[in-house]
């Protein structure tokens, strides 16, 4: 591969992105041109302050219900819906990742149902948008690799996630490698629930992520475990506190998806020392973990090399345990491997 991608003095090496969901991926400023093109009704007039609106910080933080409640669902889902603007925004965060992130391998994930406007935009018309989108991405990046995770809602009726996994199932030779199980926690859900469909999408060849253990007890992970099988977990930070649960996680192999800017700025973890102390107990207890952005375009300073660069400089990881988390994320990726990986790793 050519080494095309931007290099910055740290960290020095292509990184992989396994958790970044597509609605907070997209730049504000790829947003606002988005909602000005549909003539779209905003609730700030001003760039700057449309940007102020959306945008999280160590000094802005706020708990993630109340983000998803207040501005992630209502507006950073409606500006990425329809096949137009599903289509830009995958194009946009893929080439823009590679471009300026130095990210070599990138899974991006969404809720395609979050994206067609309550069923206004058939469903397939969606998911072919965002394949072109990610195809369109790839011939211009060559040194590129990725996949779509398609996300499961935890609010909707088994019947409804249904409908996404044989979406995802039948989408799975052009570029959709994976589904993942998100969103606040259903009065009805249960991994029990989707034990038989998750073990019938394994079988079609789809790989499978949850998330669980960022803001809902850890008893959810040890659920998850028994009836998902997942190969990864997204965030899985509570496990920390679980001995019991971290053996486990490291007997199965399971790979954490640990975001820390993310989990600091929507108060799932309290500062910098409890992030630390999660890290450094992951290590102390053999489970494998990698480091990634989950809202890299709305979080200030998020970029997956500037959480490398932020890590090292506040001394939570050495740049040899960074080198090793990127190193995970390169092997437990369900994208298939570029030729060539060796020499990154």
Request: net charge neutral; proline share 4%; with cysteine.
């Amino acid at each position: 591969m050519a080494a095309t991608v931007r290099q910055h003095s740290f960290p020095d090496f292509p990184l992989a992105e396994l958790h970044a969901h597509l609605g907070a991926s997209i730049k504000p400023a790829i947003l606002w041109q988005l909602a000005h093109a549909a003539g779209m009704k905003l609730p700030k007039r001003d760039f700057a302050e449309f940007e102020s609106y959306i945008m999280l910080s160590q000094n802005h933080r706020t708990k993630l219900e109340t983000y998803f409640k207040e501005i992630y669902h209502p507006l950073l889902d409606r500006l990425s819906s329809g096949a137009h603007q599903v289509e830009q925004a995958t194009y946009h965060t893929m080439t823009g990742a590679y471009h300026n992130d130095g990210i070599r391998l990138l899974e991006l994930r969404n809720n395609p149902m979050k994206h067609n406007q309550d069923g206004q935009f058939d469903l397939d018309h969606i998911i072919m948008a965002m394949l072109r989108g990610m195809e369109r991405a790839l011939l211009e990046c060559q040194g590129l690799s990725a996949g779509l995770i398609f996300c499961l809602d935890r609010q909707f009726s088994v019947a409804q996630n249904a409908i996404i996994v044989r979406k995802a199932v039948k989408y799975r030779k052009r570029g959709v490698v994976g589904l993942d199980m998100a969103g606040p926690q259903g009065d009805d859900f249960s991994f029990k629930s989707y034990a038989a469909l998750l073990k019938e999408a394994k079988a079609s060849g789809l790989h499978i992520t949850v998330h669980s253990g960022e803001v809902q007890n850890a008893n959810d992970m040890w659920d998850a475990l028994e009836y998902a099988n997942p190969e990864r977990i997204g965030h899985g930070i509570l496990a920390a506190y679980d001995a019991p649960l971290m053996k486990e996680l490291s007997k199965r192999g399971t790979v954490l998806e640990i975001c820390p800017l993310s989990n600091i700025a929507t108060r799932a973890v309290e500062n910098l020392e409890e992030m630390r102390f999660i890290l450094h107990t992951f290590m102390e207890h053999k489970v494998r973990f990698c480091i990634n952005t989950d809202w890299p375009e709305i979080i200030e300073d998020c970029h997956l090399h500037q959480q490398f660069t932020f890590l090292h400089e506040k001394k939570l990881l050495t740049i040899a345990q960074l080198r090793a988390a990127n190193k995970v994320a390169f092997e437990a990726s369900f994208v298939p491997k570029p030729g060539g990986l060796e020499a990154y790793l």
